[in-house]
């Protein structure tokens, strides 16, 4: 595999091209496997992720329609991802991406199935909550912004800013006898896009701005938050 080099030159582009903002790096472990469950919103969030940790075995699952794009899909190639069709349950994908996290390497997935265009989360699908499930491992959140705009701001001359933010990991409720398989997969759908959700502006949580859980969520982390703010001398 070409990986060394090409994410070597990856890094030395980023470098010339964008000012990239890692939040939340401690939230990713340097060893063990994860399933780290991001937004989509560009071509270019995948290596973005993969720039924002020291961690070397990470891979993405990748839409096969990019495979044959120019430049792009030799890149990915040379990169390394797990080629997933979208239309259907690809079966081969599931089993490469679980034998990733067998290894114990990084996996990541965007639950959403697709680049929103909008800059708005989409509604989930249940493919990242199944191979979380399926795997027993524990996922991490994470949100990209303004990689749709690395390209607009290098014709104007300008460095992108992006901006990569990981929240902490968590296990996803095992099922029993009782539940129903759909039912638990839309709750773990929905607890995997709100944890994403929340570490995005309000402008963008899209499908999930007035989730339940989101706001159970918002409620948690302000009374997280509170304490730190009495031991900094803040008010509440």
Not at 74 to 87: A, C, D, H, K, P
Not at 115 to 140: H, M, P, Y
Request: aromatic share 8%; glycine share 8%; with cysteine.
């Amino acid at each position: 595999m070409k990986r060394q080099p090409v994410m070597k030159l990856l890094k030395k582009l980023s470098d010339i091209l964008v000012n990239l903002t890692v939040v939340g790096a401690e939230n990713v472990p340097l060893e063990g496997a994860y399933l780290v469950a991001t937004s989509h919103i560009s071509r270019l969030d995948t290596p973005f992720l993969m720039l924002s940790t020291p961690r070397q075995n990470i891979i993405g699952i990748v839409a096969r329609e990019y495979e044959k794009a120019p430049f792009f899909g030799s890149f990915l190639n040379m990169l390394g991802v797990v080629w997933i069709t979208r239309e259907e349950y690809d079966r081969n994908a599931f089993r490469e991406a679980s034998n990733y996290l067998k290894d114990g390497w990084i996996v990541g997935i965007a639950p959403e199935g697709k680049r929103s265009k909008t800059k708005q989360l989409l509604e989930g699908k249940s493919g990242a909550a199944l191979l979380a499930l399926r795997n027993k491992v524990q996922i991490i959140p994470a949100a990209v912004i303004g990689t749709t705009e690395v390209f607009k701001d290098f014709l104007r001359l300008k460095k992108g800013q992006v901006k990569v933010t990981f929240g902490k990991a968590f296990a996803l409720p095992e099922g029993n006898e009782e539940n129903d398989n759909k039912a638990l997969l839309k709750q773990a759908t929905d607890e995997i896009m709100c944890r994403i959700a929340i570490l995005l502006p309000q402008e963008n949580r899209g499908f999930y701005a007035n989730h339940p859980r989101l706001l159970e969520l918002e409620e948690e982390q302000k009374r997280q938050s509170a304490p730190e703010q009495l031991l900094n001398g803040g008010q509440l």
